[in-house]
């Protein structure tokens, strides 16, 4: 089974803060994405990359930036942590046939 | 419009009973489907990948339809461990080489005694 690594599962960080939110997945995949959810606005794409060094913006970029510089690692940025990026962060490994495997998520609270 | 819609619910069923979920999507040239459910405060788990011939997974019925844009998930004497939100997906195509999926806001499901 593909496994997706979140490092931390309940962060706190202040306003202004730079926040580094990290992703490991162990089965060679190209495709790696990050999502944000909300309640009632359910999973909106951050960034996605589809190999090492390669990037695309997805639905809601703003206020973040990502890294891929090896293929099983991709990290999500936030550059100057505000209270409007409280939320849970979803890592994902395109899987092909089988869709996403997410990692167990990150829930950040901006204070 | 929203590119995936679903009914967000909350579905409340007697432990049993038979239910079913719709969703339809924007976008007639999107390529795959899927539901996955997802648990309160956990990640997203692929439950079952929909294909156009329709498919079955013990108690649960996919079921796709192209032609008016929607995907069902049918489920069979529910029981309470049904209990969660599930999420419509889509693929709408790839961007480059990545495919990427579109996710509904889910319906929650509440299966009670």
């Known amino acids: 089974d593909v496994k997706v690594t979140q490092s931390s599962r309940y962060l706190v960080k202040r306003t202004g803060e730079k926040v580094f939110l990290e992703c490991v997945q162990d089965?060679?995949?190209?495709?790696m994405f990050w999502y944000r959810q909300d309640p009632g606005l359910g999973l909106r794409l951050i960034y996605f990359?589809?190999?090492?060094?390669?990037?695309e913006k997805g639905d809601i970029p703003e206020g973040y930036s990502v890294s891929r510089e090896k293929k099983e690692r991709f990290s999500l940025i936030l550059e100057s942590a505000s209270t409007n990026q409280t939320s849970m962060y979803l890592c994902a490994s395109f899987t092909g046939n089988y869709g996403y495997t997410f990692g167990s998520g990150t829930r950040l609270t901006v204070v | 419009r929203k590119e995936v819609e679903q009914d967000p619910g909350p579905f409340n069923v007697p432990e049993g009973a038979t239910v079913a979920f719709n969703c339809t999507y924007s976008?007639?040239?999107?390529?795959?489907f899927f539901w996955y459910r997802q648990d309160c405060r956990k990640e997203p788990k692929l439950l079952m990948s929909v294909y156009s011939s329709g498919n079955e997974d013990g108690r649960f019925t996919a079921q796709l339809n192209r032609a008016s844009q929607y995907i069902s998930l049918l489920i069979r004497d529910s029981k309470l461990s049904d209990s969660a939100t599930y999420l419509c997906?889509?693929?709408?195509?790839?961007?480059?080489?990545?495919?990427?999926?579109?996710f509904g806001t889910g319906t929650r499901l509440q299966v009670t005694l």
């Open positions: 976008n007639s040239a999107s390529q795959s």
């Open positions: 997906v889509v693929n709408m195509g790839s961007t480059g080489t990545a495919s990427k999926l579109t």
């Open positions: 089965m060679d995949h190209e495709n």
């Open positions: 990359s589809y190999d090492v060094k390669m990037k």
